[in-house]
């Protein structure tokens, strides 16, 4: 498309208006892109708005691992220990069970 006098002066009143420039694309009878590139090559811009978003941010607790109820404290020397009787006690009246006729 050329640009005469004509239509930028209509680019840059419509577009100080306010309109889109797909709106003004349609009113110059050309693509987007066109009116897009005319509108950068011009170095016209629009005043952006500050944001008006106010998000809170917020941490994420930290989460503590879950413990089963057989492992709520750690098993020291005294519960290896005690594991180990139990176990060799039960080796020790198991074969006296097994030869019971």
């Known amino acids: ?29 050309c693509s ?25 941010i917020r941490s994420i607790p930290k989460q503590r691992p879950t413990l089963s109820a057989a492992c709520t404290r ?4 005294k519960g290896v220990e005690t594991l180990r009787e139990a176990a060799a006690q039960r080796t020790q009246q198991a074969p006296a069970l097994r030869h019971v006729s």
């Open 1 to 29: 498309m050329s640009w005469d006098d004509r239509d930028v002066a209509l680019l840059k009143e419509l577009w100080a208006l306010g309109h889109s420039a797909t709106q003004i694309a349609r009113r110059l009878g």
């Open 32 to 56: 987007r892109n066109a009116a897009c590139g005319r509108l950068t090559r011009l170095d016209l811009k629009r005043g952006h708005k500050p944001s008006t978003a106010k998000p809170k």
């Open 74 to 77: 750690p098993a020291g020397k």
